[in-house]
């Protein structure tokens, strides 16, 4: 099985699938795209490449786990959604004001869920605002083995939203 492990920077993809690294393949794109310089191009206004999708389709192994807040564009069997709470996402970010709004913001919207909803058959959500990295990891262990599933759409920031936005 292939597993996208998505989310907002902050969620607690990294860290978190790198604890399963000895018991799975895991893959983290971001890395992978800098070593292999897969990018279409520079966003100025961000700072920052911006990746070649189809560059990196051609490179995903056949099973395992790919990690990065876009692994759920690419041609997977089920993707896992980390989910965080706005004010903790803010704390974990170690980014430009502007950046960690924009993340915020994203968050608070939904806006990989959706994303990941509609480009995906088989999407889970973990909420990892009060977990620690073991218990996710577990989670997406679980998820990715079969043991257990995460419907999506338990995690509503819609009243942060309201009373921030």
Same mark, same amino acid.
């Given at each position: ?25 895991? $893959? ?10 897969l990018f279409e191009g520079y966003d100025e206004d961000r700072n920052s490449w911006i990746v070649d999708i189809d ?26 959604? $980390? ?11 170690n980014s430009s004001k502007t950046e960690i709004k924009e993340n915020i913001e994203s968050e608070a919207l939904d ?21 620690? $990295? ?32």
């Amino acid at each position: 099985m292939m597993l996208a492990v998505t989310g907002t920077p902050g969620t607690g993809k990294t860290s978190s699938t790198k604890l399963l690294e000895d018991e799975i393949e895991v $893959l983290h794109l971001n890395e992978m795209a800098k070593r292999l310089e897969l990018f279409e191009g520079y966003d100025e206004d961000r700072n920052s490449w911006i990746v070649d999708i189809d560059k990196i389709r051609d490179k995903l192994p056949n099973k395992g786990i790919i990690e990065s807040h876009f692994s759920h564009l690419l041609p997977v069997d089920e993707v896992i959604v $980390l989910r965080c709470h706005p004010n903790e996402l803010k704390k974990r970010l170690n980014s430009s004001k502007t950046e960690i709004k924009e993340n915020i913001e994203s968050e608070a919207l939904d806006y990989i869920l959706m994303e990941a909803i509609a480009k995906n058959n088989k999407v889970h959500e973990i909420d990892t605002t009060d977990k620690d $990295l073991n218990e996710v990891s577990d989670l997406i262990k679980q998820i990715y083995e079969g043991k257990i599933e995460e419907e999506p759409g338990k995690v509503d920031w819609s009243e942060w939203l309201m009373e921030n936005g």
